[in-house]
């Protein structure tokens, strides 16, 4: 059974970090492309970033470039996001997703493309 578990969200103030966490398990992890996405109340759930099956490409939306890093360590089936200088539009729910297809395509953004997704996790930033 594929287990996704993100984790990490809370609340800060506007220019802090915060580092998210995501774990697989039952799955090949690094067969798997894995993505962010994050949903905030009233609008629709878009892509954030997404790494490839052995980390050698990012992709992020042009909302969080220089700002969000992403990563991953296979030998510990792990995911992470690090955001800095974080703003109050940031604000959402984060999930994770692992894409079998192992690599980010141009359209490493749309939600269909991933098998797996994690419950959410949610981050709040405060003005």
């Known amino acids: 059974q594929v287990q996704v578990v993100g984790s990490g969200g809370g609340l800060v103030q506007a220019g802090g970090s915060l580092r998210l966490s995501c774990t697989a398990s039952g799955l090949t992890f690094d067969d798997y492309a894995m993505g962010w996405f994050r949903q905030a109340p009233g609008k629709e759930r878009e892509g954030v970033s997404c790494?490839?099956?052995?980390?050698?490409?990012?992709y992020y939306a042009i909302s969080v470039k220089r700002r969000f890093i992403i990563s991953r360590d296979n030998a510990k089936n792990t995911l992470y996001l690090e955001m800095n200088d974080l703003k109050p539009e940031d604000t959402a729910m984060y999930y994770c997703?692992?894409?079998?297809?192992?690599?980010?395509?141009?359209?490493?953004?749309?939600?269909?493309?991933?098998?797996?997704w994690g419950q959410g996790t949610q981050v709040t930033v405060s003005s």
């Open positions: 997703a692992a894409a079998k297809s192992g690599y980010c395509s141009v359209s490493w953004s749309k939600a269909l493309l991933y098998n797996y």
């Open positions: 790494i490839s099956w052995r980390g050698s490409n990012t």
